[in-house]
């Protein structure tokens, strides 16, 4: 272990096989990786020391990694909307975290910096819940924006206290100090946002556009940023986040982003949490815990000083109590600004032990807690109004009663279809034709797409005959294409990245939607993780497509199941999918819909019965009630549920969960990828894209 290979190689091991454990047992991927920590450290097994070269260096960067992505993440444009009413509740969410944070270290007979210290600690907060918001389609309403915004004002201010004791902290703050820190700290950051939003600006100008150059352009950014907070007198930690903001003004969604905060979320971040586990000695923490009055009243002031703000926010804009415990919800958690300020505190010799063990409490507790309001609340935000189911009224199984609000009007849509292998291309131009044609007869077009990569084939020495087999292939789509009696219109592309001649020949022809074939299952897992399928999803404009058909001819999908997890966009693009093939079926009176829901089993019969009528608004009219079926089911085992509803329809319709939280290492579920795999007939799996 005095080996930085073998150091390395135990950080890795203890990243990679830790979490999922942790998730098994439903506690956070952050507990398991403290406890890893604490298990491998001095005080238990003492395989890793804090002080090692090795730790310090990986921890740091994992540290100034965690703010930068937290800068990285937040939504600017969403900020922008309301950044006034932003700015007046940071201010107040800060003051009172801070106020709050002071105050119990002198009521505990503190000195003045470890006070300071605590308030920057009590002020800032990580918005966990604000992917449960996103899939319930509720970012933009004002208590979500205001929330999430506010993490921009507390957090630079939290840093700025927490510059300010760790400069009193060592002795060398005067009064002309402080002056001069101040004046330093502006110019860094005016000259960091400035500088990096320039460069960045001119390299998009300049269609600097290599995904492998804009990430390493973006990490040179983030460690420069780093450096000149440290020169300017402050910790590496506010010129990362600084540097998230700058970045994240400049640099567009895509796969450089998503690698930024891969890397981040996987290597870097988890070591930094580990490194953290390794400071902590049990002994040590149940003296803290068993001094209940210190640790309980942080608790307490913790969750007490952000319900205060959330009240004052009620008050001063007039919302409702479903938007103030939103607000409390969502600035409620403890994690990324909160540990790194710690641990450096800790570090500095400036924060006793008793503040660190219960910061991790608050971290636990908080980190759950917050999440668990967040998914209570944004229910009765999305709620339309009181519903009374009636006792009459089964709730487990119900059939949609053709109560919606209105016809939609179905638009005729655009299709790619990218077209390799000669025996699956029937099928999936078939499964393109049905759902092509729009209200009032309107048709929509096929496009059949053949790529040919030269390098590669070149390499094989057959780029002729690669050429003329792709013709072949759109030759017998424009065939498929008349037997079916649809327009289409064949594509042949040359392109050196064959997702991304996908994606581009989408756009180039104003595609909407881009619909692909799976192969084998164990490809689609690949498509949910990585290679060809998956970078077609991070690049396209429009949504992707990948179906699972085997064998079975499409003419056959008469019972289609819709497993949906909310009542978001992305969950009505499934259903939308089901009603055109319905549409679209030879015989559309025998076609039947089953709507799927999995809910939380500590859901209460109101919630049950806002959910079925909030299902029953998606009825489109002239579509006899009894052809499409609301079934909710009481979790868990959602996958279980899912496969035997299965066995009794001929098609399932998913969509891929990809997400991560913050750059936290939160990780993306391969819960879609499993069911395609176990799923006793075929499926079609519409991208999400990472959140």
């Keep these: ?142 208590s979500v924006i205001l929330s999430v915004g506010s993490t921009i004002l507390t957090d630079i201010a939290a840093l700025m206290l927490l510059a300010v004791g760790l400069g009193m902290g060592k002795g060398n703050l005067t009064p002309v100090g402080f002056t001069g820190l101040l004046i330093s700290i502006s110019l860094f950051a005016v000259a960091a946002v400035v500088g990096i939003r320039s460069i960045g600006r001119r390299l998009w100008m300049r269609s600097v556009t290599d995904e492998n150059r804009v990430f390493l352009a973006v990490i040179l950014s983030l460690f420069i940023a780093s450096l000149g907070a440290e020169l300017a007198g402050v910790e ?104 790194a300020t710690a641990f450096i505190g800790y570090q500095a010799e400036l924060l006793p032990s008793i503040v660190l063990n219960s910061v991790l409490v608050l971290m636990v507790v908080t980190a759950t807690l ?8 944004v229910t009765r935000l999305v709620e339309p109004k009181e519903v009374d189911p009636g006792p009459a009224q089964s709730l487990e199984q119900t059939v949609i009663t053709g109560q919606g609000p209105g016809e939609v009007v179905r638009r005729p849509l655009r299709i790619v279809v990218p077209v390799a292998n000669p025996a699956t291309e029937r099928g999936l131009l078939s499964l393109a034709s049905r759902l092509i044609s729009g209200s009032g007869g309107n048709e929509g077009q096929v496009l059949p797409l053949a790529l040919v990569s030269p390098s590669v084939e070149d390499a094989r020495g057959g780029l002729n005959q690669a050429i003329a087999a792709a013709r072949s292939r759109l030759h017998q789509a424009e065939r498929i294409g008349r037997d079916l009696q649809v327009s289409t219109h064949t594509l042949l592309r040359l392109d050196e990245d064959i997702a991304g001649g996908m994606s581009r020949s989408a756009l180039e022809q104003g595609a909407d939607l881009l619909l692909m074939g799976a192969g084998r299952p164990d490809k689609l897992r690949n498509w949910l993780f990585g290679n060809l399928v998956d970078s077609v999803c991070r690049s396209a404009h429009c949504p992707v497509v990948v179906t699972n058909l085997g064998e079975r001819p499409t003419e056959e999908l008469s019972r289609i199941l819709v497993p949906i997890k909310d009542f978001s966009a992305s969950a009505r693009e499934q259903f939308e999918l089901a009603l055109r093939l319905m549409a679209s079926a030879a015989n559309a009176t025998t076609t039947r819909i089953t709507l799927l829901h999995i809910h939380d089993p500590r859901y209460s019969r109101h919630d049950r019965g806002w959910m079925k009528q909030e299902l029953s608004q998606w009825q489109p009219l002239g579509v006899p009630g009894s052809r499409i ?59 999400e894209p990472l959140l």
């Design 629 to 687: 079926k609301i079934e909710l089911l009481q979790g868990p085992g959602i996958d279980s549920k899912i496969q035997r509803s299965a066995v009794n329809h001929d098609l399932v319709i998913l969509r891929s969960q990809r997400r991560r939280v913050g750059g936290l290492p939160i990780p993306a579920s391969d819960r879609t990828s499993s069911l395609v795999i176990q799923l006793p007939c075929p499926s079609i799996v519409i991208s």
């Design 370 to 377: 917050g999440p668990m309001l967040t998914a209570r609340s």
């Design 1 to 142: 272990m005095h080996n930085p290979v073998g150091i390395f190689a135990l950080l890795v091991a203890i990243t990679v096989m830790v979490p999922p454990l942790f998730r098994k047992l439903g506690l956070p991927d952050l507990v398991g990786l403290l406890l890893a920590g604490v298990l491998v450290g001095p005080h238990v097994l003492g395989w890793l020391q804090p002080e090692g070269e090795t730790i310090s260096l990986l921890s740091d960067i994992g540290a100034i990694y965690l703010l930068f992505t937290v800068g990285l993440e937040i939504d600017l444009e969403e900020f922008k909307r309301v950044k006034n009413r932003s700015m007046l509740f940071g201010t107040a969410t800060f003051v009172l975290g801070a106020a709050t944070g002071i105050a119990i270290g002198l009521l505990f007979s503190f000195p003045l910096v470890p006070c300071l210290l605590m308030g920057a600690l009590m002020a800032s907060h990580t918005p966990l819940g604000y992917p449960i918001v996103r899939s319930y389609g509720a970012q933009r309403d004002e």
């Design 236 to 339: 590496p930690i506010v010129g990362a986040f600084l540097a998230g903001l700058a970045v994240n003004s400049v640099l567009p969604e895509g796969k450089a982003k998503e690698l930024v905060i891969f890397v981040g979320g996987a290597l870097f971040i988890p070591i930094f949490f580990i490194d953290l586990g390794l400071l902590l000695d049990l002994n040590s923490i149940g003296a803290s815990l068993s001094n209940f009055k210190f640790t309980g009243l942080m608790l307490v002031g913790a969750l007490g000083c952000k319900g205060g703000a959330a009240l004052l926010a009620g008050r001063w804009f007039h919302y409702g109590k479903h938007q103030v415990l939103m607000i409390w919800s969502l600035t409620m958690p403890k994690v990324a600004a909160t540990l």
